[in-house]
Structures are given as structure tokens and as C-alpha cells.
């Protein structure tokens, strides 16, 4: 059975910083792309990073580029999401999946429950 477990959400001041963090289980981790998405109250889920296999390729979404750091630990089956200088607009509910990387934008192999992200201004 396939786990993807997120932590590090909550509350945060704007200008602040959290690290969020995903460890999986029951997938061969390192041979899968991973990525965080998010879901802000009424508006669609969207792709905020992605990172390789082996994390030699990233790419970021242009609201979070310069602020947001996405790494892996592959003998931890973990992928983080650093998360510097909060933006009120940041505000969302934070998801781990894991899949292809060329496919990762629009199609995943699966997801996790989510982390809450709220961010104070």
C-alpha cells in the first residue's frame, strides 16, 4: 500500500518561513519524480515545485521561484519543501505526489492527504 505522508504545515507570520516535509512508503521512492501542489480556499490545485529522481532537475512555479526550495533524501524516501519569505497568498493546503517528471504537471501516480499552510499578514 502506497503512503505518502506530508508534515510541517501551520500557522506562520508573513515574511516567515516553514519546511514542509513528505515520506513515502510501500513505492520504490527513488526511481519516481516528486512535486508539491497546493489548494487555496476556491481556487483550483496547482503545481508549486518538482523535483528528478535523483534531484538534479527542479522547477518551480514563477509565484514561488526565489522563495521556495524544493530537496530530497532518497535514503529517507523524503522530499521537503522550504518554504522562506510567506506570503499571505500562500495560504493553502499543501499535497506530495510522486510520478513521472515530464508528466508530473497535469498527472500523477499518486497523492498525499495534504499539510495546511495559513499564512497571518
Known amino acids: 500500500q502506497v503512503q505518502l505522508v506530508e508534515s510541517g504545515g501551520g500557522l506562520v507570520q508573513a515574511g516567515g518561513s516553514l519546511r514542509l516535509s513528505c515520506t513515502a512508503s510501500?513505492?520504490?521512492?527513488?526511481?519516481?519524480?516528486a512535486g508539491w501542489y497546493r489548494q487555496a480556499p476556491g481556487k483550483e490545485r496547482e503545481l508549486v515545485a518538482l523535483?528528478?529522481?535523483?534531484?538534479?532537475?527542479?522547477s518551480y512555479a514563477d509565484s514561488v521561484k526565489g522563495r521556495f526550495t524544493i530537496s530530497r533524501d532518497n535514503a529517507k524516501n523524503t522530499v521537503y519543501l522550504q518554504m522562506n519569505s510567506l506570503k499571505a497568498e500562500d495560504t493553502a493546503l499543501y499535497y506530495c505526489?510522486?510520478?513521472?517528471?515530464?508528466?508530473?504537471?497535469?498527472?500523477?501516480?499518486?497523492w498525499g492527504k495534504g499539510t495546511l499552510v495559513t499564512v497571518s499578514s
Open positions: 510501500g513505492i520504490i521512492f527513488n526511481i519516481k519524480a
Open positions: 523535483i528528478s529522481t535523483l534531484g538534479g532537475s527542479t
Open positions: 505526489a510522486v510520478g513521472t517528471y515530464t508528466r508530473m504537471p497535469t498527472s500523477v501516480d499518486y
